[in-house]
């Protein structure tokens, strides 16, 4: 069975600063996605962004990045020039290929300080 | 295009009382799920359809039924609540191969007491 870890519970950063939030997994699978969701307090679940387990380049979208480390298996996330709607819990989570549920980890409690 | 909806928003049952929560996609997905979110716990599969007409636990199935009514539409029923199914009920939908992301709805928030 698949695992995903989140190991900071809470994180809190400066508007404007950079945070990274981490993720490790563990699965015996080759091919797989991985995902971190933004909830803010409407509860929404949000995508942020997806990284293909077969592509060696890291996943960008606008201020948020990854850093994917396959063989380690570790997947955090980076959010440069952080804003006050960045306020959100962040989960990662793992999918295997095809019809599959996610799996997520436990979820990081990020609050951006004025 | 709604996406995913879910119907209510809210709920307060009674111990014992049953009642079905909704849940339809306007994305013409093939697989569905339902989550539920308790705090410290992220989230947890409870039942998904892959594809209309099958259906299948996930990990905290006890005390839930599952129907996957047509393609668009996957219902999760609680027959007879507990305090323990107090948590906040996401539904999400995923196209398939190729498009392997899914969409959460905005979740209902039940309190059984």
């Known amino acids: 069975a698949q695992t995903v870890t989140q190991s900071q519970p809470e994180m809190s950063v400066q508007e404007a600063e950079t945070v990274t939030l981490s993720c490790t997994y563990d699965t015996s699978e080759n091919n797989y996605y991985l995902f971190w969701y933004k909830q803010p307090p409407s509860r929404q679940m949000i995508l942020v962004i997806r990284?293909?387990?077969?592509?060696?380049q890291n996943a960008t979208e606008n201020r948020f990045s990854v850093n994917f480390q396959k063989a380690a298996k570790s997947f955090s996330l980076k959010i440069s020039d952080s804003q006050l709607g960045d306020t959100a819990m962040y989960f990662c989570a793992f999918m295997k290929l095809g019809n599959t549920p996610l799996v997520f980890g436990k979820g990081t409690r990020l609050s951006v300080i004025a | 295009n709604a996406g995913v909806t879910q119907t209510p928003k809210f709920q307060v049952l009674k111990t014992g009382q049953s009642m079905t929560l909704q849940c339809a996609q306007d994305?013409?997905?093939?697989?569905m799920y339902w989550y539920r979110q308790d705090p410290g716990m992220g989230l947890r599969l409870i039942y998904y359809s892959a594809s209309e007409g099958t259906t299948d636990k996930g990990e905290v199935p006890n005390g839930y039924n599952v129907s996957r009514l047509n393609k668009r539409e996957f219902s999760l029923r609680l027959e007879s609540a507990a305090p323990s199914q107090t948590s906040v009920y996401f539904c999400?939908?995923?196209?398939?191969?190729?498009?392997?992301?899914?969409?959460f709805g905005p979740g209902t928030r039940l309190t059984v007491l």
């Open positions: 999400a939908s995923m196209w398939s191969i190729g498009k392997d992301t899914q969409y």
């Open positions: 994305m013409n997905h093939n697989s």
């Open positions: 990284q293909e387990a077969y592509k060696q």
